[in-house]
């Protein structure tokens, strides 16, 4: 069966979901709920983006995300890979965690008249867990008694208590609400979300009018894009754009979108570092894998783009991926010094 498209643009806006393999959970208590919020916050920090709503649950989640740059697949690539291997290696186990390819459906943005499609999905996202009955205000247990979600790691609390999270972008899904960053603010964006839980059927909550006659089956959950047909024309344009034709409502293709430039971003690190630490081609093929200098490029690499270790191996004559993880885990660790110059070069791009 064919692919979807990955779409892929400055600025693109995300509904971005992925379930267990055989919908089995995808974490089994708190810390893998930690790290795997921890492995966002790497990737976000690799790839510019911004998150404006999240929830965990415990076979899937969910994401709304903008990509700055168009690195989704890239981004998503090393997310999907890095958080798996970790859960495998905390639990001992091994093969696939998650089921088939992650969704990421295109959502029309607030500036491009999309705000009601924005604020539609942002509730979707926080009233998950009352469809999946983690939440029963019958049992007494409301909204912010679910603690896996940007509501309430995110949206409850002042800017301040917020740090933790910088990648997720509370200021700008309150604006989409006309509500300001304070106090009241928050408050009457949560006592929103509680008085829909009241009034809605379980089954239904925060799911939009349209879908709801239909089964939940149409547009926010099964379309390929979530916005007003002005903007399926232009995300249509954008896939031709890309040498691929749109065709259908499925718009399926069997290639990936090509417009991903993490590989670029990673080549001007390396040019930048090499002409830096005053590492010249030859000695690129000279030195071994582990050269002080090889090590603090690679790192850089690693933190500000999602290029693979293959790649980076590759690009720096560092034999292998393995040997890359080796090194730059070394020079995490302390047991990798650092001459004066590589120490003061990286402080000066990681400090």
Known sequence: MPRQLRIQYPGALYHVTARGNR?????????????????????CKKTGWEVLAW????????????????????GMSWFQSTYTQRYNARHRAWGHLFGGRYKAIP???????????????MDYIHLNPVRAKMVDPKSGLGLMDYHWSSLAQGYALPPGKRSKRKWLNVEEGLKAFDLPDTVAGRRRFIERLEARV??????????????VCKGGQSTLRRGWFWGTQAFEEWLRGKVRESGARPTGRALR????????????????????????LHLTA???KATAGSDPRKVAIARVVHQKTAVSRQWTAARLE??????????????????????????????????
């Open 55 to 74: 929830v965990i649950m415990d076979n899937h989640y969910h994401w709304l995300l903008r990509t700055p740059k168009p690195n989704l697949v890239a």
């Open 253 to 276: 293709t069997s290639a990936e979108s090509r417009a991903c430039h993490d590989e670029e971003e990673a080549e001007q690190v390396v040019r930048d570092g090499m002409e830096s």
């Open 282 to 284: 030859t000695e690129l």
């Open 198 to 211: 009241g009034k809605e059927e379980r089954k239904e909550c925060g799911l939009p009018a349209e879908d």
């Open 107 to 121: 959502v029309q943005s607030q500036a491009s008249g999309g705000g009601d499609y924005l604020k539609t999905l």
């Open 23 to 43: 919908r089995e959970n995808i974490v089994d208590d708190d810390g893998d709920r930690e790290m795997l919020l921890a492995t966002l916050a790497e990737t």
């Open 318 to 351: 560092m034999r292998s991926a393995m040997n890359v993880c080796q090194q730059i885990k070394r020079l995490k660790t302390g047991q990798l010094k650092l001459p004066s110059e590589t120490k003061q070069w990286l402080s000066t791009i990681d400090p």
